[in-house]
């Protein structure tokens, strides 16, 4: 038989994201490195691993060897962060150094200023006996060193010297110092966590975490995204759909328009995501506005996620339909969150959205969920690779939580093949909804069809669709028409059944 996973014991780090990602916490008494460039988030990291050992009533030591205290203390202050608690050992190079006197020696400098250093961080450690202790950072060190081989056994002797003394040790190194193939450091300690911060042609930095090494740990991998915010890391782990995974009873979800109902064989079901596909301007978003309107009548909650439009745009659209959006929005049966398009990163949208369908803050979960739309989503990050499995991974998720979902999909051009789609989306969802113009009699009118549907039988018919101030309306379907979809159909037989505005009356 093969061998039981024992769970580990673990610490916690503060964070319960990334508590999440290491599998539990943090195992004590270890070694930890975690690296990055400057200004990646290493230094507030561990300043939130300190104190939550000082909230658990833990001694622990802060040593810097490249920052003042006084600097240290303020880049705490800037988060909101007292250091009560946290023991601060400062070993910066004082002015005296810089006096010309003490450039001459008979020995080495960096060899009497290595021993020096590393003796007051041990005696700094006997002094207060920490149970969490952080070294910023370890290139101080490697300069001492000089050459990798007296580095490594410095780092060696160190981490010898802390086995069996109760310290969990987190070893800070900005990479200044050191070759990309220089693995040094990585095969020493028992755990190693890399930060990131990336710089988009546009738009604000990105910042990602990745756990590359957590000995005897189940760990989440990949590349996680965060940010620094007032208060510290905020980290949002990336979404693994297949975790989710649950059977659920699916339920018949409608429109309240009953020839759209009937286009879709009676309606859609719960858990499933459909795609819009038309030109802008034809109604995608006002239908997708009708789910979830339709969904709040039901005392459902719905969220729309809008990256091309303002919420009062959005509004004011809706009261030109007749639709009692404010009403719900009032209720809280339906939110409307404005996406910056320049300020996020895929793994902080995938989060709001969890966040949404979860409702973890005793909200009711949403059960309607609109992302309008998807080349606002692209183009919001367009530095970053494989948005679209992140997406399809996303839907994947939301109907495990028996979610019904929209993705709308604006189409560049207007008539037949012209309209072309930034991206083929088709794939991702169980349902397409196409819309198109056409051209008739002078006027220019809009066409609706189903052209898949995965969880059953639909029509294959086109109707006409209209939006005016009573709503959304749908028509019998256009039998006389040829060429519908092409934007120039020719009629051949009795007077056309086109919605005419007498008839909308």
Do not use: W
Not at 12 to 25: N, Q, R, V, Y
């Amino acid at each position: 038989m093969p061998a039981k996973f024992i769970k580990p014991k673990t610490i916690s780090s503060g964070i319960p994201e990334f508590d999440d990602l290491l599998g539990g916490g943090l195992a004590p008494e270890r070694v930890y490195l975690l690296n990055g460039s400057p200004g990646s988030g290493k230094t507030t990291l561990s300043l939130q691993i300190l104190l939550e050992g000082v909230r658990l009533g833990e001694k622990v030591l802060y040593v810097t060897l490249s920052e003042t205290k006084n600097e240290l203390l303020a880049v705490a202050a800037s988060h909101g962060m007292s250091l009560d608690g946290v023991e601060i050992l400062e070993l910066v190079a004082n002015e005296g150094e810089l006096d010309p006197e003490n450039q001459f020696t008979m020995y080495q400098p960096s060899e009497v200023e290595l021993g020096v250093t590393t003796k007051a961080i041990l005696e700094g450690v006997e002094r207060f006996s920490p149970a969490r202790l952080v070294i910023d950072s370890l290139s101080e060190i490697k300069l001492l060193a000089q050459t990798p081989l007296r580095f490594r056994r410095q780092v060696l002797a160190l981490k010898q010297y802390f086995n069996g003394r109760g310290c969990t040790v987190f070893l800070l190194d900005d990479k200044t110092t050191s070759n990309p193939e220089d693995m040094q450091l990585e095969s020493i300690a028992h755990g190693v966590i890399t930060l990131e911060q990336l710089s988009p042609d546009y738009g604000a930095e990105r910042r990602r975490i990745r756990i590359t090494k957590l000995r005897g740990q189940r760990f989440r991998g990949g590349y996680h995204d965060f940010t620094i915010a007032h208060g510290g890391l905020k980290i949002f782990p990336r979404i693994i759909a297949g975790e989710y995974a649950a059977r659920r009873e699916m339920t018949l979800v409608t429109s309240g328009i009953p020839a759209i109902d009937a286009m879709l064989g009676g309606g859609m079901e719960s858990g499933t995501s459909a795609l819009l596909l038309g030109p802008a301007g034809i109604g995608k978003s006002s239908l997708a506005l009708q789910y979830a309107i339709q969904a709040a009548k039901h005392k459902k909650r719905a969220v729309i996620f809008t990256f091309d439009e303002r919420i009062e745009t959005l509004l004011h659209r809706a009261r030109g339909l007749g639709m009692p959006l404010d009403e719900f929005v009032k209720d809280g049966f339906v939110d409307i969150q404005a996406v910056d398009p320049a300020e996020l990163s895929p793994g902080e949208f995938a989060s709001k959205v969890r966040h949404a369908v979860e409702g973890p803050d005793g909200r009711t979960p949403a059960k309607v969920v609109v992302i309008d739309s998807l080349n606002g989503y692209l183009n919001a990050m367009p530095d970053e690779r494989h948005l679209i499995s992140q997406m399809h991974e996303l839907l994947t998720y939301l109907g495990h939580l028996d979610v019904l979902s929209f993705l709308v999909v604006a189409q560049h051009g207007f008539f037949g093949t012209a309209a072309q789609a930034p991206v083929d989306a088709s794939y991702l969802a169980d349902t397409v909804i196409l819309f198109r113009y056409f051209e008739t009699a002078g006027e220019i009118r809009q066409l609706i069809s189903v052209v898949k549907k995965r969880s059953g039988a639909h029509e294959k018919t086109l109707r006409e669709f209209s939006m005016d101030d009573k709503g959304i309306r749908a028509g019998e379907p256009l039998h006389k028409f040829q060429g519908l979809l092409t934007g120039t159909p020719v009629f051949g037989g009795e007077p056309t059944r086109l919605l005419r505005a007498n008839e909308r009356d």
